[in-house]
């Protein structure tokens, strides 16, 4: 149905205007790790520790507001298959 292309583009476009912006790594990351684009994802999840150490998929879970959520969940699965760490 394209939600994920429509995400790309819009974290694309977000990381254009604010490439500092943290959670829009975290949606790029994820989003194209959940498109299939693996080596893509892995690459921006190695971007995305470069600018937050702190992050893990753990954290992701109990900071995001969905973290708790099955979408939430959806995402900080991608994220560890992309690269992020567990913990």
Do not use: C
């Amino acid at each position: 149905d394209g939600k994920y292309e429509r995400a790309l583009v819009h974290a694309q476009r977000s990381l254009k205007a604010n490439p500092r912006h943290i959670s829009t790594h975290s949606v790029f990351t994820g989003v194209l790790e959940l498109m299939g684009k693996h080596d893509e994802a892995k690459r921006a999840a190695r971007q995305l520790i470069r600018r937050n150490p702190s992050i893990s998929v753990s954290s992701y879970i109990e900071n995001h507001p969905a973290g708790h959520l099955p979408v939430g969940k959806l995402w900080a699965e991608a994220l560890g298959r992309a690269g992020v760490p567990k913990q």
